[in-house]
């Protein structure tokens, strides 16, 4: 089966900019089909879900996806999660 792990909790200070990492298994980060494109989105409390638009990496030897958070701000807090897209 599919399968995407990332880290349970991170707490990141104003003005700092983490990578967040996202390990998949079950299909390779560096297929070209979008049906098995990797993303991100991001839950704020009392807030819709949203997609994120900060750049994000594939690293195909481990099969992982990174997101670069840029310097983050108390607006940016949120919980964070690597989805899979859905076939088109």
């Known amino acids: 089966g ?3 792990s990332q880290p349970s909790v991170m707490v990141v200070k ?3 900019s983490p990578s967040f990492t996202c ?3 079950g299909y390779s980060v560096s297929d070209s089909s979008i049906s098995f494109a990797t993303g991100w989105v991001r839950k704020p409390a009392r807030k819709a879900m949203e997609w994120i638009s ?3 990496d594939d690293d195909a030897s481990s099969n992982s996806v990174s997101l670069q958070g840029q310097s983050l701000q108390p607006e940016d807090t949120a919980v964070y999660y690597c989805v899979r897209n859905p076939p088109q």
């Open 2 to 4: 599919l399968e995407l």
């Open 54 to 56: 900060n750049i994000w």
């Open 23 to 25: 390990k998949v298994s």
């Open 14 to 16: 104003p003005g700092e």
